[in-house]
């Protein structure tokens, strides 16, 4: 069941959500998403069904100034991110979830480090790409000379550089250590990241996950981009994420959810070679028993006979 509502934050403002709960569960992983983003996001869409395949709720919201939350987003602050999730947390506990899981991605990762160091208990924290030192990020991509001058009149000309937000926020970025706030950490935790990333450097997952003292995964993807554009790769990584979830919030994992994230996947595909790269993934999750007359039965997701359809001319190539 989808419901669409707003809550208010802590500080009266209006946020955006979607629940998305399957009945009797009470386990629930709030989603955050990444600057500029939105909680309808393609990737946010694809993780709630995914989860929801496995009895697990979802609510995603749209972040101060962004999506149709209120907001003007050149008032946009770390500070105001970080309290909007704790008031989204809070309202999964009112609404009677035991069981809670954190997913960020990209700057939503930062938020989610720095709320997860500080809120307890979290059963699983999962960061796709996520952000670790914004302010290092912003002075490799713009330049020093526009940050000074940022901070000293407020806004940047668009003939310098496009940044949609006050300087304000630069100042309040500096206020959060992320690397500081994974050695508070104690929750379990997974990193999924691209080597292959071109806004947030890999370099940034690394450090994270060396300062993490809790149970920790990281997973590097190679080929993969900020917005993991390949199918197979963005099937890849949703199965890391969500089976993380899985793993901690039900205490098992399951081969349905890596059938399910490259069968989801697949709409993504555009052409033979991006299906063919799926049945290559696909092959070694499922035992090897992949091809016509082999696929497993009965089908654990309706995408599963969509990818059937539409691959029907390409298993006995893949296989012959």
């Known amino acids: 069941m989808e419901k669409r509502f707003t809550f208010p934050d802590s500080a009266g403002r209006r946020v955006s959500a979607?629940?998305?709960?399957?009945?009797?569960?009470?386990?629930?992983?709030?989603?955050?998403?990444g600057f500029m983003g939105h909680k309808d996001s393609w990737t946010n869409r694809t993780l709630s069904q995914l989860l929801a395949q496995q009895h697990i709720a979802t609510l995603r919201f749209d972040f101060f100034g962004h999506g149709e939350s209120e907001g003007?987003?050149?008032e946009l602050l770390l500070t105001t991110l970080i309290a909007q999730t704790d008031s989204a947390i809070a309202l999964a506990r009112g609404q009677g979830f035991l069981h809670i899981g954190l997913l960020g991605s990209s700057f939503g990762g930062l938020v989610a480090t720095l709320v997860a160091?500080?809120?307890?208990?979290?059963?699983?924290?999962?960061?796709?790409?996520?952000?670790?030192?914004?302010?290092?990020?912003?002075?490799?991509?713009?330049?020093?000379?526009?940050i000074d001058l940022w901070r000293r009149i407020g806004t940047v000309p668009p003939s310098i550089a496009d940044v949609p937000v006050h300087a304000r926020f630069y100042e309040d970025c500096l206020r959060y250590d992320a690397y500081r706030a994974a050695e508070d950490l104690r929750v379990p935790t997974v990193i999924v990241h691209g080597d292959k990333d071109e806004i947030i450097p890999v370099e940034q997952a690394h450090v994270l996950h060396r300062r993490l003292r809790a149970e920790k995964a990281l997973h590097i993807i190679p080929g993969a981009d900020h917005r993991f554009s390949s199918p197979v790769l963005f099937a890849r990584m949703?199965?890391?994420?969500?089976?993380?979830?899985?793993?901690?919030?039900?205490?098992?994992?399951?081969?349905?959810v890596r059938s399910s994230a490259v069968a989801v996947c697949a709409s993504?595909?555009?052409?033979?070679?991006?299906?063919?790269?799926?049945?290559?993934?696909?092959k070694p999750l499922l035992g090897g028993h992949v091809g016509r007359g082999l696929f497993p039965r009965p089908l654990h997701h309706g995408m599963l006979q969509f990818l059937l359809r539409r691959l029907d001319c390409l298993f006995e190539l893949a296989w012959r």
């Open 238 to 256: 949703a199965d890391l994420l969500v089976d993380w979830m899985v793993r901690y919030l039900l205490s098992a994992g399951s081969l349905i």
């Open 117 to 146: 160091a500080k809120t307890a208990p979290l059963a699983a924290l999962a960061l796709r790409c996520p952000v670790a030192d914004f302010p290092d990020i912003l002075r490799r991509r713009f330049g020093r000379v526009a």
């Open 268 to 282: 993504r595909a555009v052409n033979d070679r991006d299906f063919l790269e799926l049945l290559q993934f696909l």
């Open 18 to 33: 979607v629940l998305v709960s399957p009945p009797r569960t009470e386990k629930i992983v709030v989603l955050c998403h």
């Open 72 to 74: 003007d987003i050149k």
